[in-house]
């Protein structure tokens, strides 16, 4: 019976301290992300490690124009339910992590596959990662990605495509 109650009492630590670094929870985004073909993301992990507040901006080209959205992290996380037919896959090839006591801001550089083994990715984004730390749990506040502009390549610095660093 003491065990039960102190398993009772760590369970909500241990959910909290898989993201004790901002490394950790960038970590988490990319690969809770991803699924297999007829899989799904970790929706637990994308609903702790997103902040209650959370906003999310994806910005891309439509027809030669740039085009940016907002959504809610629960409306964002929303794209994130259910099974896929198809494989998603998020490879983050290149990430600089600035930290500052409870802030912290990632750059990083994700190459997206169906096929994770195809040699090619179907896109890159380049993200922005704000992060704060509640208790021990570093949580995103807010994502902010852009998707590659054709003819205008991503710079990955050491970063190699298809190694993912997370």
């Avoid at 760590?10 to 990319?30: D, G, K, M, N």
Wanted: hydrophobic share 40%; net charge positive.
């Amino acid at each position: 019976m003491r065990s039960l109650l102190l398993t009772a009492l760590l369970l909500p630590w241990c959910a909290c301290a898989a993201e004790a670094t901002p490394e950790q929870a960038v970590s988490t985004l990319w690969r809770a992300s991803s699924n297999e073909a007829g899989g799904s993301a970790d929706l637990t992990a994308l609903e702790r490690l997103f902040h209650a507040d959370a906003v999310v901006f994806g910005g891309r080209y439509k027809d030669g124009a740039p085009v940016v959205r907002r959504w809610s992290a629960a409306d964002f996380l929303k794209n994130f339910q259910g099974v896929r037919k198809q494989g998603f896959h998020e490879c983050e090839v290149a990430r600089v992590v600035h930290t500052y006591d409870r802030f912290a801001v990632a750059y990083s550089v994700v190459e997206s596959r169906a096929d994770k083994r195809a040699a090619r990715p179907d896109f890159v984004g380049v993200n922005s990662v704000q992060l704060y730390k509640v208790g021990t749990q570093w949580q995103v506040l807010s994502l902010y990605y852009h998707v590659e502009k054709q003819g205008l390549p991503i710079p990955t610095d050491a970063g190699r495509s298809g190694q993912c660093i997370g």
